[in-house]
């Protein structure tokens, strides 16, 4: 079937000499239209790498020239396509302000159509280096402010890529009892059992707020935990490159020797992955209690009842 093609000085028709020249105009002005707006097509795929015969989940063999197990090779999992693709909607969806380079949500896709090449690149060889999260205070509730670390439009794109592969490998083992940044799970469903355990006659509780906690995160102690469960020291090392990144205050850059800023997509799940240690101790002395986030409120029977029982 011939392809109409659109009129052109010199050339009327798409018959003749002219005829792949005036093809090419046609695959040119398609590859225009479909990098504007909403059609812009995000060069995310895996271009440049040698084909991969392998069937859909079977692992690496020695044949393929790589022995490494599945969780050596997270880094490949954070830039695949779809992968890529979706944490990019979702950063889209979220919106929220740029970070210390200017750089807007609408402006990140050309910026990745611009340069995913590089960054991937740079992500899969473990040499891409963040930038400095700015700092932004906002008034709390009960008096005082809460400062946050809010990072490049693009650095946020990529920790919620590694969110995506790491929040299904720890998430699951994480306990019942913890409700803060978890799928499925909300500040209700923390409600709800705190509810359950009162009409369980449970009536004495310490409610615990773990002051300052994500300002005093030992970078130390959290990579030495993800370390138990993660083994590709690429996704180890961006993840200290970010805790490390600093922050920039009045626009001057802050080297930081501790904590997790609030305001990127991984933080909480680096807080929960320490905060884990503190349930799973809570659960081994047999104590009822909810957390969310750095909230913790165990719960016990009064004395009187205790008496009772």
């Not at 210390?100 to 992500?123: F, Y």
């Not at 693009?154 to 306990?175: A, E, K, N």
């Not at 002395?285 to 719960?299: C, E, I, K, N, T």
Request: glycine fraction near 10%; hydrophobic fraction near 35%; charge should be neutral.
């Amino acid at each position: 079937m011939a392809t109409r093609l659109p009129e052109t000085e010199g050339s009327a028709s798409g018959e003749g000499p002219n005829r792949r020249e005036s093809e090419s105009a046609v695959s040119l002005e398609r590859a225009r239209h479909q990098k504007s707006g909403e059609q812009l097509e995000l060069p995310l795929g895996t271009r440049g790498e040698a084909p991969d015969n392998r069937r859909s989940g079977e692992a690496p063999t020695a044949a393929s020239g790589d022995e490494r197990s599945g969780n050596d090779l997270l880094m490949e999992r954070v830039v695949e396509r779809d992968n890529a693709k979706a944490a990019l909607k979702r950063v889209r969806q979220n919106k929220g302000s740029p970070g210390v380079d200017g750089m807007s949500v609408d402006e990140l896709p050309k910026h990745l159509v611009d340069n995913w090449e590089t960054i991937r690149a740079q992500l899969l060889a473990g040499t891409y280096q963040p930038t400095p999260v700015r700092e932004v205070e906002i008034p709390k509730s009960g008096g005082g402010v809460r400062k946050l670390g809010i990072p490049s439009v693009l650095d946020r794109f990529i920790q919620q890529c590694i969110l995506q592969v790491l929040q299904p490998m720890f998430d699951p083992t994480f306990s019942e009892h913890s409700h803060g940044f978890r799928p499925g799970r909300s500040a209700h469903d923390a409600v709800r059992e705190a509810q359950k355990y009162i009409q369980e006659g449970k009536r004495v509780v310490a409610d615990v707020d773990l002051e300052k906690f994500f300002d005093n995160v030992n970078f130390d102690v959290l990579l030495g935990r993800l370390a138990k469960r993660i083994k590709d020291k690429r996704m180890l090392g961006l993840i200290r490159r970010y805790l490390e990144a600093g922050i920039m205050v009045n626009g001057v850059v802050m080297e930081r020797y501790q904590g997790t800023p609030q305001g990127g997509p991984l933080s909480p799940l680096l807080a929960n992955v320490l905060l884990d240690e503190v349930d799973k101790e809570l659960e081994r002395r047999g104590l009822s209690f909810v957390r969310y986030a750095d909230d913790l409120a165990p719960r016990r029977r009064g004395r009187e009842a205790e008496m009772a029982n």
